[in-house]
């Protein structure tokens, strides 16, 4: 940028960059620029090795002519390399496949203000505090655990995203992050890698420790560095950690979306209405949390939505293009921000309820079939029997179905872990094949 002149703002420069777009004679243009401010305190291997803080662009373009679409990334945003940016996706939609149902979002409008300003330097000493907070809790507590790759950060994100066709969506947002990945040596045995994190309005005001489950995590840690096989081969339970309700989850919203609903293997493109899980689940959006911004990628402001109400689908979320790809009613949903309603029993009732099985914290089912069938490993877990958790487990496979898992939930814990992103319970699901 010239010297004395003022910052360019996401706003200016996206309105510079559509306008090039529209010149340059693309049929529709969409263009998202945001500017984030990020400052962080890492570890590794136990010590602080990083405290920084940095800024960073990011611009996205998505361009359609005669029925074509192609799009693109850069974080180069002077006025030199946008104009080169641009001159670059009309090559490259020339070459794209003619597709009638692409289309971009029209006369969408939303503003959305989260998070505080603070006091100059008050972010970075917050989030030093709370890895300090952190170190000094792993030394105390869990001194078996190495913290292999950890951080606290703090983002503040500015962004807006323009159409040819009106939308025009401005988000200004500010969250704190922490973070923890690592495992747990002793006697010359280490435990599997685990993770957790998540993000919150603020690190003050409770232990770091006390957030995202992180305690819960390196305390297993520890206790995972011994392990015991399952057994031999039986059908069991499982509780599942809200780590592991993350993965069941996954593949349900997968189903529900583009990729499946388009190639027709989605087991759930005709259940809208329909009972289709454990009446003991809720569904429903977050996409107010630390760390979300309630806009989808195709430029559609995210309204609240229930995806689940006592188990019964209340819709299917297909884009724009998976709409008018399929002929299904549009539902946009964000890349996260996800929360399932909590139970009425404790998280021990649920532990309790089980003869013989695991308490799981990573779900490992690689890539289930097309009906939901899967085996996978299950991993930093527990066996339990007789309702009290035992040794950790080592060479544990499970093999079921994930629709199936969904329908038979037996109980749901009134504890949820709030990872900003989501706010999940655990979860006991009955009729799984251990081996």
Known sequence: MTAGTPDPTPETLAEQTLSLMK???FDEAQVSLSHSRRSEVCVAHNEPSLLRSNESWKLQLVGLLDGRRAATEASDIDAEALQSTVQDL????????????????????????????????????????AMSELLAWRSAHTPTVMLEDSLAAHTHVQACTLTSGGSALHADARWFEAMVFGLAREDGHSSSFNYAGGACDSLLGMPVVERFDIQGLMRDLTRQVHTQPPGGRFVGSVVLTPRAVESLLGWLLGQLSDAALIDGSSVYRDSVGQQVTSPLLSLRSRFEGPGVL??????????????????????????????????????????????????????????????????????????????????????????????????????????????????????????RVDMGGSLLPWLRVDGLHFS
């Not at 989260?114 to 030093?128: D, K, N, S």
């Not at 003869?355 to 991993?379: W, Y």
């Not at 040794?391 to 814990?413: C, F, H, K, Y």
Request: glycine letters at 12%.
């Open 294 to 415: 309630p806009f989808s990628a195709d430029a559609f402001y995210t309204p609240p939505i229930t995806i689940l109400a006592d188990g019964r689908l209340q819709c299917l979320t297909p884009s724009l293009y998976g709409s008018r790809k399929t002929g299904l009613p549009h539902v946009p949903v964000g890349g996260e921000g996800w929360l399932l309603d909590a139970g009425t029993a404790p998280r021990q009732a649920l532990l309790e309820g089980v003869a013989r099985g695991a308490l799981v914290d990573r779900l490992s089912m690689g890539r289930p079939a097309a009906n939901g069938d899967f085996s996978g490993v299950i991993k930093n877990s527990f066996a339990i029997e007789g309702g009290q958790v035992g040794p950790a487990l080592s060479e544990t496979m499970i093999s079921g179905n994930v629709a199936q898992m969904l329908r038979d939930v037996q109980a749901v814990s009134r504890e």
């Open 90 to 129: 009309w090559q490259s939609v020339a070459s794209a496949p003619q597709d009638a149902a692409n289309a971009l979002s029209r006369g969408q409008h939303a503003r959305t203000l989260r998070g505080q300003p603070a006091a100059q330097g008050a972010e970075l000493a917050e989030i030093a505090g």
């Open 23 to 25: 010149a340059q004679g």
